[in-house]
C-alpha cells in the first residue's frame, strides 16, 4: 500500500508520497478537527435559535404599536411564530446532546459519563433548567398551554415621555397542571412553588442556555489539547506540501488531499485536508466565546 499528497486541481505529477506513519496521523488529526467542527457548529445552532427567538419578540412588539389596526387573529399569527421559533431553539439542544453523545460514544467514553453527570447535577439544582427541559419535551408531544402578553407603559422623567414596549411569552401554569396531569409530576412541586399563574419564561430560557453553555465550556477544555495538537499538524502539513508541490500563485489554496493506493494503482480512500474546518472553528469559538451570561448579553424587550 502507497500513500501520497496532492494538490486539488494539479496533475497527478504533483503528488507526493508519504509515509504510512504521517497518512494515519493525518486521518486522524482531521477526524479530530471534524469533531470539534462539528461540536461548535451545534452549539452556534443553539445560540443562533436563541437569537432569532429574541428577534421576532421585538419585531411582534414593534410591529403591535406601530400599527393601531390589531384583531386577534394577529395575536394568534404571532403567537404561532413565537411557539415555533422556540420549539427551534429547543430541539436544537437536544440535538446537540443526542448528537454530541452519538460522537463522543465511539471515541470517548469517559466524557460521556462524565457530562451525564454534569446534567444530572444541573438537573437537580436549577429549578430553570427543569422547567426548560420539560417545556422542550412536552413541546415535542403535545400542545402546551403558552400565550403572549403585549404590554406598553409610559413613564414621565423630567418633563421626557419614555415608551416602554414588550412583549412577554408566558406558560400558563394553572392550565398545565389541568391538561397535563400526567406527564407533569416530575415537576409539579416546582410549578406549585412558583406564585404566580402565569411563568414568565425570559428568566428560565436564558439560565437553561447559560447552563447549556456551561456543559460546552467543559467540552471545549476536554477537547482543547486535542484539538490544538491536530491544528497543529494540519497546518504544518499544508504549509509544507504547499510549498513543495503547488505553484505560487495557487498556495492560498490551501486545499490538498490525502489517498491511499493499492499494488493495482486504485485509490482505496481519498480524504480532503484544508485549513478551512480550522478557520471554522476558530471563527465560531471566537463569535460563541461571551456567552456566559445570557440574561445580561440578551436584550429582554
Known amino acids: 500500500m502507497k500513500y501520497y499528497f496532492g494538490a486539488l486541481g494539479l496533475p497527478i505529477s504533483s503528488q507526493v508520497e508519504i ?23 451545534r452549539y452556534d445552532l443553539i445560540v443562533s435559535n436563541y437569537v432569532e427567538y429574541e428577534k421576532a419578540k421585538l419585531d411582534i412588539a414593534l410591529d403591535v404599536f406601530t400599527y393601531s389596526d390589531f384583531r386577534i387573529i394577529r395575536y394568534l399569527e404571532y403567537r404561532r411564530a413565537l411557539i415555533r421559533l422556540l420549539n427551534n431553539f429547543l430541539s436544537s439542544c437536544r440535538l446537540y446532546f443526542d448528537q454530541n453523545e452519538r460522537d463522543f460514544v465511539s471515541k470517548d467514553v469517559p466524557i460521556v459519563v462524565e457530562i451525564s453527570k454534569i446534567k444530572e ?4 439544582s436549577c429549578l430553570s433548567y427543569r422547567i426548560a427541559e420539560y417545556l ?32 412577554i411569552v408566558l406558560l400558563d401554569k394553572e392550565e398545565l397542571i389541568i391538561k397535563d396531569n400526567k406527564h407533569i409530576k416530575k415537576i409539579l412541586s416546582d410549578l406549585q412553588s412558583i406564585d ?31 484539538y490544538l495538537s491536530a491544528k497543529k499538524n494540519i497546518e504544518e502539513a499544508l504549509e509544507k506540501y504547499s510549498i513543495i508541490k503547488i505553484p505560487i500563485e495557487r ?41 456566559k451570561k445570557f440574561s445580561s448579553v440578551i436584550i429582554h424587550n
Open 19 to 41: 509515509s504510512t506513519e504521517l497518512y494515519h496521523s493525518i486521518i486522524t488529526d482531521t477526524e479530530s478537527l471534524n469533531t470539534v467542527g462539528a461540536i461548535e457548529e
Open 196 to 226: 404566580k399563574s402565569d411563568i414568565d419564561l425570559r428568566d428560565h430560557l436564558s439560565t437553561y442556555i447559560e447552563k447549556i453553555s456551561s456543559i460546552h465550556q467543559y467540552i471545549r477544555d476536554e477537547y482543547r489539547d486535542n
Open 251 to 291: 498556495q492560498l489554496q490551501r486545499i490538498l488531499y490525502i489517498y491511499s493506493e493499492d499494488e493495482e494503482n486504485e485509490r482505496i480512500h481519498i480524504e480532503t485536508v484544508s485549513d478551512s474546518i480550522i478557520r471554522n472553528i476558530e471563527y465560531l469559538q471566537s463569535r460563541n466565546d461571551g456567552n
Open 136 to 167: 422542550r419535551n412536552s413541546l415535542q408531544h403535545r400542545t402546551m398551554p403558552i400565550k403572549i402578553e403585549l404590554n406598553r407603559s409610559f413613564e414621565n422623567h423630567f418633563g421626557n415621555k419614555k415608551v416602554e414596549e414588550s412583549v
Open 121 to 124: 447535577q444541573i438537573y437537580n
